[in-house]
């Protein structure tokens, strides 16, 4: 049974820094994509970060500059450096994988809740 768990987040004031992990089981085999989405209260889910196994990266124009999502090798974690944290990042991160498999197939963690407040 694949499970992605999450761990990291928290509470932190404006302007910190949290970093926020997943770590993926049950699965055999390197998974393709790993990703970070976030839903805030009252909006719909979104893409934050993603990296593939073959280190290509996208993100959020809103994140740009600030997070990093990184990967140990072909190892099945992910992580997602946050820095220059801001209030609107407050949400539940949920970390996701995409594995092909006879169809690309698609796992989400439980989520973790990242709260930016003074």
């Known amino acids: 049974q694949v499970q992605l768990v999450e761990s990291g987040g928290g509470l932190v004031q404006p302007g910190g820094s949290l970093r926020l992990s997943c770590a993926a089981s049950?699965?055999?085999?390197?998974?393709?994509?790993m990703a970070w989405y976030r839903q805030a209260p009252g909006k719909e889910r979104e893409l934050v970060a993603q990296?593939?196994?073959?280190?290509?990266?996208n993100y959020a124009d809103s994140v740009k500059g600030r997070f990093t999502i990184s990967r140990e090798g072909t190892k099945n974690t992910v992580y997602l450096q946050m820095n220059s944290l801001k209030p609107e990042d407050t949400a539940v991160y949920y970390c996701?994988?995409?594995?092909?498999?006879?169809?690309?197939?698609?796992?989400w963690g439980q989520g973790t809740q990242v709260t930016i407040s003074s």
């Open positions: 990296r593939t196994l073959g280190r290509v990266t």
């Open positions: 049950g699965i055999d085999r390197v998974i393709d994509t």
């Open positions: 996701n994988a995409k594995i092909l498999y006879d169809r690309w197939r698609s796992y």
